[in-house]
């Protein structure tokens, strides 16, 4: 039952490949940093390799056929893709699924205040963080504003050379003593998580005037984004730490990079899809958001964006009926892609070693997940663990089983036990990271380049 690792079964030019994926990987997890930069990044790649908006083919009264991709978005934070293959949609669908929303900060809708001579930004964490990670580390601010006219306007900053970072100061040691008493959840609260925005007044300002490096940094807002102050209630941004992914270890065998929960998923079944030739079921990739808070909302999985999308795909396709829609979701497979945690020895007694992801021993298969009693799984079946196994052997996959720790030390889970509920199989598999929703995460290239092989594989023979 021992996992070999791949490292020691690569040829040159295997190790190329890997290479090649692991670059391509990093330049998209660099850009990506919200979900809807992994949904436009994502479209971006997908039409350079031949997909169209199902919108488009809708307009021009086309007929799906074998071979044909499309994709549609779900409020340019959702984005499914499909290959039609040659069998009838209602015989299946091989669906790689997995989520492109991260840990992070959101301003608040009211966010820009100014104390004592400095502005700061108020914020509310997204997702289950470790507080005391995000201070006093450079940050950078994405999204997007919507304006009453109904234009939008994208925002970054922190992320070129020249740009400015943010902050969230930290408390000195030296006045400390009270703050190190405290319970690691407490180090830092919640409503302390305001990001340094500004300290310089506007020089122009009349003496008598209040808040002089907040009308200062209104003024910058407006010159750059022609952006008001109110422009922040229909807004979407998110703090980040900025920066880009890069290679980690003196052997350069790891990626360390923001939002690999669960990028690092997502992106290699994205490059899977893309990359697929001729199949017999129709291959799937779905990247959804809002996992990170119990996939809730339009743009969730619990949403019905899926459901109707297939229908309306099985409308251009000339195969829909109802009944044949709800055929088509419960006779398909499922990867339900998200990382897994790797066995950390600074952290082992956490973990129960016969039964935990190591680091360069491939894709990670969790027949369930769930919480000490397997609360909120989704567990897998005998029969498709096997099928998955076929697969996986069958290609040359290297890839391992495992659970999230030891049982009672808590647990996790993903989208699987959602899309069960059509009655389809699903197994939960992913690649695994360390320092899981950290600031910074990290992933064995070797790892990354066995899901990528893993997900064509599964699209290909499951």
């Not at 809708?109 to 004592?116: A, I, K, V």
């Not at 994205?270 to 697929?276: E, G, I, P, S, T």
């Not at 990247?287 to 297939?310: C, P, Q, W, Y």
Request: charged share 25%; glycine share 8%; proline share 3%.
């Amino acid at each position: 039952m021992e996992r070999k690792n791949a490292w020691l079964s690569y040829s040159e030019e295997e190790r190329a490949k890997l290479n090649q994926v692991c670059d391509d990987y990093k330049a998209y997890l660099s850009i990506a940093k919200t979900e809807r930069e992994c949904v436009t990044e994502a479209v971006r790649l997908a039409e350079a390799k031949g997909y169209r908006r199902m919108e488009d083919v809708m307009k021009a009264g086309e007929t799906l056929k074998e071979g044909d991709r499309v994709y549609r978005i779900c409020m340019n934070k959702t984005l499914v893709l499909f290959q039609i293959g040659s069998e009838p949609i209602e015989n299946g669908m091989n669906i790689l699924g997995a989520h492109i929303d991260s840990p992070r900060l959101d301003l608040k809708q009211n966010p820009l205040y100014e104390d004592t001579d400095m502005v700061l930004l108020d914020t509310h964490y997204y997702g289950g963080v470790k507080k005391y990670q995000w201070v006093a580390m450079p940050l950078a601010l994405h999204g997007v504003v919507a304006k009453k006219d109904g234009t939008s306007i994208n925002v970054v900053i922190g992320e070129d050379p020249e740009d400015p970072v943010l902050c969230i100061s930290d408390l000195l040691p030296h006045l400390a003593a009270d703050q190190m008493q405290k319970k690691a959840s407490e180090i830092i609260d919640g409503e302390a998580l305001d990001v340094l925005f500004g300290s310089e007044p506007a020089a122009d300002a009349d003496e008598k005037e209040q808040e002089l490096v907040k009308k200062n940094i209104l003024a910058l807002l407006k010159a750059k984004y022609d952006m008001e102050e109110e422009d922040f209630i229909s807004a979407e941004l998110e703090i980040v730490p900025a920066g880009a992914a890069r290679d980690c270890g003196l052997d350069r065998s790891m990626v360390i990079g923001y939002g690999q929960d669960d990028r690092i998923c997502a992106y290699t079944s994205l490059a899977a899809q893309l990359d697929m030739g001729p199949v017999k079921r129709t291959a799937v990739c779905l990247l959804v958001d809002k996992e990170e808070i119990g996939s809730v909302g339009a743009t969730g999985m619990h949403s019905r964006f899926f459901e109707n999308t297939v229908a309306e795909l099985m409308s251009l396709a000339g195969q829909y009926t109802d009944l044949g829609v709800r055929r088509a979701i419960a006779n398909s497979r499922m990867l339900s892609s998200d990382v897994s945690a790797a066995f950390d020895p600074n952290f082992a007694g956490v973990f129960e070693k016969k039964n935990s992801a190591y680091f360069g021993r491939g894709l990670v298969f969790n027949k369930y997940t769930g919480s000490r009693g397997k609360s909120g799984s989704n567990d897998a079946s005998a029969e498709y663990m096997a099928v998955i196994r076929r697969v996986m052997d069958d290609n040359g996959v290297f890839w391992q089983t495992a659970e999230l720790g030891k049982v009672d030390q808590g647990g996790g889970g993903t989208i699987a036990y959602i899309m069960a509920n059509y009655g389809m199989a699903v197994i939960d598999s992913g690649i695994a990271v360390l320092s899981m929703h950290a600031p910074w995460e990290i992933g064995s290239k070797a790892d990354i380049y066995e899901g990528y092989k893993g997900y064509m594989a599964f699209l290909k023979d499951a």
